[in-house]
DNA sequence: CCGAGTAACTTGACGCTTCAACTAAGTCCG
DNA sequence: CGGACTTAGTTGAAGCGTCAAGTTACTCGG
C-alpha cells in the first residue's frame, strides 16, 4: 500500500470503465430475459445447459459445480430447487457412495430447448450485432488474456449455447 | 422462439465464452481483493470512490445511485450500513427535503484511500499486465460498442480510480 | 390554494449466495 | 485391520439484493 504505485493511465482508465459497466450490466440484462421467457436465472440456465450436453444428460456435483465456476454449496441450493421443479433428479452414484450425480429430466430437457434461442437472440443482439468480425476475434483473444490469470485452469468452459 | 433462428458462429462462440468467464470471475476476484483488505465489497467502494471525488464529499442518494447502476432501494440499504460504520452520513436536504443527501466522513475517505492502491493494482495485475496498448485501446471500443446498447445513456461512470 | 399526480427515499419480506458446521464415505499407511 | 486424513455433498444461519408497499414532500393545473 505504498503511495508511490503506479496508476493507471488514462486511456486504460477509460478501458477499465468500459469493461466494469459490461461487467456490471450483462449479468442482468441476460437474466431479465431469461427470467422473463423461461423462469430461469442464468445460473440455473448455466446449470441445465451443461447437463443437456453431458452424456446420459448426467454428471457429478462437483463437476457441475466446476463447470458452472460454482461452489459446491451453491449448487446444493440450486439442485434442490431444480429438483423441487421437476427439472432435474439427483441420485447417490453407485462407484463412488459419497458422491451425487444430477440427471436432467426430459421436463428439464424441453424447458432448455425453449429457453436457449431466445437466449442466444438475447446474447447476438447485446453483443454480436455490435461487433465487426475483427472485433469478435480481438474480443476473444483479450478475454482470454484476462481470463487466463482469473481461471488458470480454465477449469470454465462456460454455458454452451 | 422459432427452430430457423440464427446461432452463433464458432468464432462468436469461442469469444462469448471467454467474455462470459471474465463477466462471471472478474466480480468476484475484486470482491475477494478489497473484502481481504478493506472489509469492503466492490459495491461499496463504488459508492465511497464516487463520493470521495464529489464536490464537499457529497452527493443525492439518487445521483449515487446512478452512477453505481444501483436501485435506490439497494443503495439505501447499502447506505446504512455504511452510516452504521461511521463511513458516511446522510441529511436531508435542504433545497428539497424529500431527499437526502449522503457525505462520506473523513473516516470513510481514510478507509477509501487506504483502500483504493490495493484495489488499482489487482485490477492492474488482472487487467492491464495481460494486455498490450493495441488491445486496450480496443478493450475500450469493444466494450464500449457492448455498452452502448446495455446502457444507452451511459449514465455509469463506474468506479473511477 | 387544493387535490391529483409524481418524485425521493425507506422499509420489510422473500429469495439467493456464502460461510461454517456437519455427515458420510473413501483412502492411506503402519 | 484401524485410526487419521481427505473428499463429496448437504444443511442452517446470516447477509445482501430485489420487489412491492408505504411515507413524505414537491409540483402543477384549475
Redesign the interface.
Known amino acids: 500500500?505504498?503511495?508511490d504505485?503506479?496508476?493507471?493511465t488514462v486511456?486504460?482508465?477509460?478501458?477499465?470503465?468500459?469493461?466494469?459497466?459490461?461487467?456490471?450490466?450483462?449479468?442482468g440484462?441476460l437474466d431479465t430475459q431469461l427470467q422473463h421467457d423461461s423462469h430461469l436465472s442464468n445460473f440455473e440456465y448455466g446449470v441445465l445447459a451443461m447437463l443437456s450436453e453431458a452424456p446420459d444428460r448426467t454428471l457429478r456435483m462437483s463437476q457441475l459445480a466446476t463447470l458452472n465456476?460454482s461452489s459446491l454449496s451453491r449448487l446444493s441450493h440450486v439442485a434442490r430447487r431444480l429438483e423441487e421443479r421437476g427439472s432435474i433428479v439427483r441420485q447417490q452414484c453407485a462407484d463412488d457412495r459419497r458422491a451425487n450425480i444430477a440427471t436432467l429430466t426430459d421436463a428439464g430437457m424441453t424447458l432448455v430447448r425453449?429457453a436457449a434461442?431466445?437466449h442466444?437472440?438475447r446474447?447476438?443482439?447485446?453483443?454480436?450485432?455490435?461487433?465487426s468480425?475483427d472485433?469478435?476475434?480481438?474480443?476473444?483473444?483479450?478475454?482470454?488474456?484476462?481470463?487466463?490469470?482469473?481461471?488458470p485452469e480454465k477449469r470454465?468452459?462456460?454455458?454452451?449455447?
Open positions: 500500500m505504498s503511495e504505485q503506479k496508476w493507471l486511456d486504460e482508465q477509460r478501458a477499465w470503465r468500459a469493461l466494469m459497466a459490461v461487467v456490471v450490466l450483462l449479468p440484462a465456476d425453449e434461442p431466445g442466444v437472440a446474447v447476438r443482439e447485446l453483443i454480436f450485432d455490435q461487433l468480425g472485433q469478435v476475434s480481438e474480443l476473444e483473444q483479450i478475454a482470454d488474456a484476462i481470463r487466463s490469470n482469473l481461471d470454465m468452459p462456460t454455458y454452451v449455447n
